[in-house]
């Protein structure tokens, strides 16, 4: 008799009731998170096709129970993997919820191409491979400035027409990885490569572009050198004197460059602000974590821009995992419509509403640190705009406004350099103290009724709203606990809601039809997935 137990869940921003779920023996379900069916997608040794998927009871599984996907007495079958190594991490493409990263235990990262209603439809493709285990998957979109694609519009099959969604995407999708201190990243695209972000920063020490078209490096100052793929760290980093420790990455939305240096309407940044998706590189060093910001430029190639402040925070313990709210864009009307003046102050950074977004990271000594990204946005301009004298930029040149640094020798050695305290932004989040060996961090979002006017809770001091709720879900090994984000006294706060006691490998959060009802699924040992319903008033269903 064996148990299957996944190893991780994941889902679509546009298809969240879907997901796809993968084991450590290399095995990926699709499952919706509300019916007992299940899809199974396997690999056949000799045809590389699938080789079953039946809906529901089959022959391959005893008992289903409706209540619990429990799915007993799994008979792993040789060949009917369809990766040779165990599932590590799983990320859908944020426009497309046909794409699928997948990280794997090898080292290996793919992409899987697949139908959740139909996945005999299915194909995975081989990117790049580190020496150790895949640790983390990001997605971040660029605007792509290259102009049109020729796209073929007649596509003969299933993963062509998924290559021409991508084509013909007024964006580029580039895909990051991280094994240990190592980032890889790739645009993915039918002839793709794959770069190392620590050496695309360093070799030739100014504005690096990256061709995709031919497959090799070139660099703007028109240097011949190609890169050395193989440079050691010693050699990289020979000319460093303050280093830290790559411990995550991150996508983030940070503000367009103009917000830096130009004066604004409002005396602040507002939850309004233009933003364009960036890659945030987190250290730890000396008791601190450090945030650094890189904003990719495509043009004929990718560019990286790196903002010139580094934001940190102090911090206790090394950062092992970190989660950023989902900010809700479709509910910028209904609080544009109260007129609340506190949504253009200070009072407006740490309210609790539908616009706010906040990042979450967890410490391997059980401390979690929250704080929204728009008193990050705050407290960054107000450090440039101190120590820069704002200038108009040159048109059509990125990265060379007060607020950014093109990657130059000079001032950018290495993705781990640490800034000296004069260049870094000071940053106070709210902590909270609970266990050890947090596995993984989740947000949800539990809504009231959407339909009616935001209803404030203090109008005449600030934003927040009686209409939602922010939960996190922090994963330890034994148990979940459920953290609610207050604000008393106009300070954010984390308190401790409520502690599930369970033994679980994977959590996931789950919107449910209803915008005030979200399911928390936790995947345990014994091929079970519990689902816990919570609501906006946090009554809980334990049976649904």
């Known amino acids: 008799m064996a148990t299957m137990e996944f190893s991780v869940m994941a889902s679509s921003q546009l298809q969240p009731s879907i997901l796809a779920c993968g084991t450590k023996e290399g095995d990926v379900y699709i499952l919706d998170a509300f019916k007992k069916e299940f899809n199974r997608i396997e690999l056949e040794e000799t045809c590389d096709q699938i080789a079953c998927t039946l809906p529901g009871?089959?022959?391959?599984y005893k008992s289903v129970d409706v209540e619990h996907h429990r799915i007993e007495d799994l008979v792993v079958e040789r060949y009917s993997r369809l990766f040779k190594s165990g599932v590590a991490c799983m990320e859908y493409h944020p426009r497309l919820p046909s794409v699928v990263a997948v990280g794997l235990n090898d080292g290996s990262?793919?992409?899987?191409?697949v139908e959740p209603e139909n996945p005999e439809l299915k194909r995975t493709i081989f990117l790049f491979k580190f020496a150790k285990t895949v640790e983390q998957l990001q997605w971040?979109?660029?605007?792509?400035?290259?102009g049109p694609?020729?796209?073929?519009?007649?596509?003969?099959?299933?993963a062509n027409r998924i290559w021409a969604r991508l084509a013909r995407a007024p964006y580029v999708s580039l895909l990051f990885a991280r094994s240990g201190e190592d980032i890889m990243y790739t645009k993915v695209e039918r002839k793709f490569t794959s770069f190392n972000l620590e050496h695309s920063i360093k070799s030739n020490r100014r504005s690096i572009m990256y061709s995709t078209k031919n497959d090799t490096a070139i660099d703007s100052t028109m240097d011949d050198?190609?890169?050395?793929?193989?440079?050691?760290?010693?050699a990289i980093d020979s000319d460093i004197t303050n280093l830290g420790k790559v411990a995550l990455i991150a996508t983030v939305k940070w503000p367009q460059e103009a917000y830096f240096y130009e004066d604004i309407e409002h005396p602040t940044l507002t939850n309004f602000c233009i933003v364009h998706e960036a890659l945030c590189v987190m250290l730890y060093h000396n008791g601190y974590t450090y945030l650094q910001i890189y904003v990719p430029v495509v043009d004929d190639g990718i560019k990286f821009n790196r903002f010139s402040k580094q934001i940190r925070t102090r911090f206790n313990g090394v950062p092992t995992s970190v989660v950023v709210s989902p900010k809700q864009y479709n509910q910028m009307t209904r609080y544009m419509a109260t007129n609340n003046v506190h949504m253009f102050t200070l009072n407006g950074e740490s309210c609790l509403n539908a616009l706010g977004e906040f990042i979450a990271i967890a410490s391997d000594q059980g401390y979690i640190y929250t704080t929204s990204m728009l008193n990050i946005y705050n407290r960054t301009r107000e450090m440039v705009r101190k120590s820069e004298t704002p200038v108009e930029p040159p048109d059509g040149i990125a990265g060379t406004t007060p607020g950014y640094a093109i990657t130059d020798g000079d001032t950018i050695h290495s993705v781990r350099s640490i800034a000296p305290g004069a260049d870094c932004v000071e940053i106070n989040m709210a902590s909270y103290s609970g266990q050890p060996h947090v596995m993984g961090l989740e947000w949800a979002l539990l809504w009231n009724d959407y339909t009616q006017a935001p209803e404030m809770v203090r109008p005449d001091e600030c934003c927040c709203t009686k209409d939602i709720t922010f939960l996190l879900a922090v994963h330890a090994r034994e148990h979940v606990d459920i953290l609610r984000l207050t604000k008393p006294m106009s300070t954010?706060?984390?308190?401790?809601?409520r502690r599930i006691d369970t033994i679980s490998s994977a959590i996931h959060w789950v919107e449910d039809t209803l915008p005030n009802d979200s399911k928390l699924l936790m995947a345990t040992p014994d091929g079970t997935i519990h689902r816990t319903t919570w609501t906006h008033d946090f009554?809980?269903?334990?049976n649904n």
């Open 57 to 60: 009871l089959s022959k391959r």
């Open 109 to 113: 990262v793919h992409l899987l191409f």
């Open 225 to 234: 050198t190609p890169m050395d793929s193989n440079l050691g760290d010693s």
């Open 539 to 542: 009554t809980r269903s334990p």
């Open 492 to 497: 954010l706060q984390v308190e401790n809601h």
């Open 140 to 146: 971040l979109l660029v605007d792509d400035n290259t």
């Open 149 to 158: 694609h020729r796209v073929f519009t007649h596509c003969s099959s299933f």
